[in-house]
């Protein structure tokens, strides 16, 4: 029993140990970094998202592969010598005995690597086990990977290491004499020196064994025996010195590299980004408590009320803008009396007698006398939506002959399922002008589905989290940089460049009925109501109809040309109109407009995430020229969820999921509201209509039909669903995308298919 207790007190008292205990108890802000790591690593922080996915299938330059994992591995080996950095210069002066022994950074960091490598142990478990459950692996593969992780990680350390070697002295060249007049002159204060001397001596922790550089266990024992303590501080204020020196080059570096954000080499994985952001944090720490101190906090605090006055100002411009508009004429009034202005009856009876025009040229161009008008409702829900439209249209085009979009009348949706719908009516457009393009290609869901968040992640790491101070030039006006512009510029290389237009360069073709109408409506975050933008005026879908009754009626919505004519609506990017329809919490920015009070723009998926109530509203106000003109309406939904769900089935709730459950009840289950809305709308306007409305629907989902048989599943085959399914996110893997294009075959698209051809070309 004495041996094992000598043992245990060997462990106990090893500076490996003690560097965990005075972590737990000094610095959990740094220790919240690691948890959080690997909480992502395992789905425990938004796994919805994806986030997960990011770490365990990091994509670089459109493929997983050695260098994409090596990539990663630099960013790892970073943020562990972030931290060692940072704990040596906060932690070193608490071990007075590491400034005896030779390289005493290189010692500490050894020492202080218990949380990192169980870190590295825990994160390489997860690519391992990710990666052979994946059959897009093979064993090879896996093992490459691996290597290319761990070799990024070692290179990093050496690069630190000989930076050390020939920076940092020791207690042997200080005795020798030489260093200490450089140390002298290095202006390193005494007071610095003194102050952290004599918390040496208050907080001093009982270390009888650490480890050296060749992992033996030494012993502290006749360490301090004899030493100048004074002398010894001085050593490590001059390693702390050279540390902050490192860190605050990296910061600097990370900036410069806001240069070359738009190129796609520069633009390295999300894990990567994530990584050196949460090192900059560190560093960033380490930095304010070498030079503050005491006063670190209150500098963070007086440095955030300063940034927070200079936005609220004006003096730095917080807010991102959209690509096309002219920011520096006189602001548009949004107002009540504005919003009247534009909606009215008049103007109602305007845009009602224009769009007829468009309804009689699109029938002209069917081959019935009286056809079926198609509206496409498609969902958002990012990158799965994107290539979930992008197939399902493929799928529907082929099962109408090439014929779909020429029956289509107008596109209404959300997010991601709008670039995917866009992207597709682009490609049969230009098809249809002669161009070599075969939009039923596997090409284009390759297109759709590359990668759209490293170039965001990588963005907001190296320039928006410092300054958006970099500007490009569009149609004579000035814009900052930013992440928002990098995806908008990263979609638009991913699509070979097809959708890089004006958004009145459609106004034409949509006339003519060369192609289906698309609207997009975010939702005005002042007010909740929808900006409607479009080629073509849509005022009547904004209020009720003139003799609808004499109730009080509120304007739902803005038409975006009108309330920004006088600012260059009709210059507005194309692919910046798609994107303020799909404006991702924290990843795609909001974007503000040059209104007063300035308008901010949030999802379109917030009012309406399947495009539904748009285009029912488009049918009730034209129902008497579809009764004369058409044989019925289709509405062909596509949706990234299914619509039928079993109910949730509730665990054992923690405190916190009790206080969160009201709120997150109600996000959770918004399209499930939206769904149940948009059916009681449906009735109305069957009843309202004197002809057939027919729903066809695909959906993406991980189960073929509902049934109460789910219920059933086990734990393992409810969670193997669970990954089977796609994230809500900008990236994609490739298993993920697998999925997307295989759920076409399930029984109910395959039907859903039928009922489509049988509707449209009755057979």
């Known amino acids: 029993m004495l041996i094992v207790r000598k043992i245990l007190d060997d462990i106990l008292y090893s500076l490996p140990v003690q560097l965990v205990f005075h972590h737990v108890k000094k610095n959990i802000a740094l220790l919240f970094v690691w948890v959080l790591l690997i909480a992502s690593v395992y789905g425990g922080v938004g796994r919805i998202y994806g986030i997960h996915f990011l770490f365990l299938d990091p994509e670089y330059i459109d493929q997983v592969n050695f260098l994409s994992f090596f990539t990663v591995g630099l960013a790892f080996g970073n943020l562990a010598m972030a931290f060692n950095i940072t704990c040596y210069i906060l932690d070193s002066h608490q071990f007075s005995f590491l400034g005896i022994l030779e390289r005493p950074f290189a010692k500490f960091s050894v020492n202080n690597s218990t949380i990192p490598l169980i870190s590295l142990v825990l994160y390489l478990i997860a690519i391992i086990n990710f990666q052979l459950h994946n059959e897009f692996s093979?064993?090879?593969?896996?093992?490459?990977?691996?290597?290319?992780?761990?070799?990024?990680?070692?290179?990093?350390?050496?690069?630190?290491?000989?930076?050390?070697?020939?920076?940092?002295?020791?207690?042997?060249?200080?005795?020798?004499?030489?260093?200490?007049?450089?140390?002298?002159?290095?202006?390193?204060?005494?007071?610095?020196?003194?102050?952290?001397?004599?918390?040496?001596?208050?907080?001093?922790?009982?270390?009888?064994?650490?480890?050296?550089?060749?992992?033996?266990?030494?012993?502290t024992k006749n360490l301090m025996d004899f030493y100048d303590k004074e002398a010894v501080l001085k050593v490590f204020d001059q390693n702390h010195f050279n540390s902050v020196i490192v860190e605050l080059t990296i910061i600097l570096l990370v900036v410069a590299l806001g240069a070359f954000m738009e190129v796609k080499y520069f633009q390295i994985p999300a894990a990567a980004s994530t990584l050196l952001l949460f090192s900059l944090l560190v560093m960033l720490v380490g930095a304010v408590s070498y030079w503050f101190k005491g006063w670190g906090i209150a500098f963070v605090l007086v440095l955030f009320v300063?940034?927070?006055?200079?936005?609220?100002?004006?003096?730095?411009?917080?807010?991102?803008?959209?690509?096309?508009?002219?920011?520096?004429?006189?602001?548009?009034?949004?107002?009540i009396q504005s919003l009247h202005e534009f909606n009215n009856v008049e103007q109602y009876n305007k845009d009602k007698a224009f769009m007829l025009g468009i309804l009689?040229?699109?029938?002209?161009?069917?081959?019935?006398?009286?056809?079926?008008?198609?509206?496409?409702?498609?969902s958002g829900g990012g990158q799965r939506a994107a290539l979930w439209a992008v197939n399902a249209l493929q799928k529907a085009d082929s099962v109408l002959d090439g014929s779909l979009n020429d029956r289509t009348i107008l596109i209404t949706g959300a997010s991601g399922g709008l670039i995917?719908?866009?992207?597709?009516?682009?490609?049969?457009?230009?098809?249809?002008?002669?161009?070599?393009i075969h939009p039923e290609s596997e090409e284009h869901l390759a297109n759709i589905g590359k990668d759209n968040l490293n170039a965001i992640i990588f963005s907001l790491v190296v320039n928006d989290a410092f300054s958006r101070f970099r500007k490009f030039e569009y149609l004579g006006n000035k814009y900052k940089r930013d992440?928002?512009?990098?995806?908008?510029?990263?979609?638009?290389?991913?699509?070979?460049?097809?959708?890089?237009?004006?958004?009145?360069?459609?106004?034409?073709?949509?006339?003519?009925?060369?192609?289906?109408?698309?609207?997009?409506?975010?939702?005005?975050?002042?007010?909740?109501?929808?900006?409607?933008?479009?080629?073509?005026?849509?005022?009547?879908?904004?209020?009720?109809?003139?003799?609808?009754?004499?109730?009080?009626?509120?304007?739902?919505?803005v038409d975006f040309n009108r309330l920004f004519k006088d600012q260059g609506s009709e210059n507005l990017n194309f692919i910046t109109a798609l994107r303020m329809s799909a404006s991702f919490p924290y990843i795609t920015p909001t974007i503000s407009l040059p209104s007063e009070p300035p308008i901010e723009i949030m999802d379109a998926g917030i009012s309406d995430n399947y495009g539904l109530s748009d285009a029912l509203q488009f049918v009730y106000v034209f129902r008497e020229w579809i009764e004369e003109n058409t044989s019925g309406v289709v509405l062909l939904i596509i949706r990234d969820t299914r619509k039928i769900s079993p109910v949730e089935q509730k665990s054992s709730q923690s405190l916190t999921d009790r206080l969160?459950?009201?709120?997150?009840?109600?996000?959770?289950?918004?399209?499930?509201?939206?769904?149940?809305?948009?059916?009681?709308?449906?009735?109305?306007?069957?009843?309202?209509?004197?002809?057939?409305?027919?729903?066809?629907?695909?959906?993406?989902?991980?189960?073929?039909?509902?049934?109460?048989?789910?219920?059933?599943?086990?734990?393992?085959?409810?969670?193997?669903?669970?990954?089977?399914?796609?994230?809500?996110?900008?990236?994609?893997?490739?298993?993920?995308?697998?999925?997307?294009?295989?759920?076409?075959?399930?029984?109910?698209?395959?039907?859903?298919?039928?009922?489509?051809?049988?509707?449209?070309?009755?057979?």
Not at 361 to 377: F, G, R, S, T
Not at 508 to 532: C, F, H, Q
Not at 717 to 728: D, T, V
Request: positive net charge.
């Open 138 to 219: 093979t064993g090879l593969n896996v093992v490459l990977n691996i290597i290319g992780l761990l070799v990024g990680i070692v290179i990093m350390f050496v690069l630190y290491f000989i930076y050390f070697k020939f920076t940092n002295k020791d207690i042997f060249k200080f005795l020798a004499g030489s260093v200490d007049k450089r140390l002298r002159r290095s202006g390193i204060s005494r007071d610095r020196v003194m102050n952290k001397l004599k918390e040496s001596k208050e907080n001093k922790y009982p270390v009888r064994h650490y480890l050296d550089l060749r992992l033996r266990v030494r012993s």
């Open 306 to 335: 300063s940034v927070n006055t200079l936005i609220k100002t004006g003096i730095v411009k917080g807010f991102y803008p959209a690509r096309g508009l002219d920011y520096s004429t006189e602001k548009a009034e949004y107002s």
């Open 360 to 378: 009689e040229n699109w029938k002209a161009k069917q081959p019935e006398d009286k056809p079926k008008m198609i509206l496409q409702c498609v």
């Open 420 to 436: 995917g719908s866009a992207y597709y009516r682009e490609l049969v457009y230009r098809k249809n002008l002669g161009e070599p």
């Open 483 to 557: 992440r928002g512009y990098v995806f908008e510029q990263n979609l638009n290389q991913n699509l070979g460049g097809v959708l890089d237009k004006k958004l009145s360069d459609y106004t034409e073709p949509e006339r003519n009925a060369e192609i289906p109408m698309m609207i997009m409506s975010p939702v005005i975050a002042n007010d909740g109501r929808k900006l409607i933008i479009s080629s073509q005026p849509f005022s009547f879908l904004n209020l009720s109809e003139p003799n609808s009754g004499d109730g009080v009626f509120k304007v739902r919505g």
């Open 660 to 763: 969160t459950y009201p709120i997150a009840s109600v996000y959770n289950n918004l399209g499930n509201i939206q769904d149940i809305v948009n059916d009681s709308k449906i009735e109305l306007v069957r009843a309202a209509i004197d002809q057939s409305i027919e729903m066809v629907e695909l959906e993406y989902n991980t189960y073929s039909i509902f049934n109460e048989g789910e219920f059933l599943l086990s734990s393992r085959e409810r969670q193997l669903k669970e990954l089977e399914r796609a994230s809500l996110s900008w990236h994609l893997t490739t298993r993920e995308k697998q999925n997307i294009i295989e759920n076409i075959q399930r029984e109910n698209n395959q039907a859903a298919l039928k009922k489509l051809n049988s509707v449209i070309m009755d057979r």
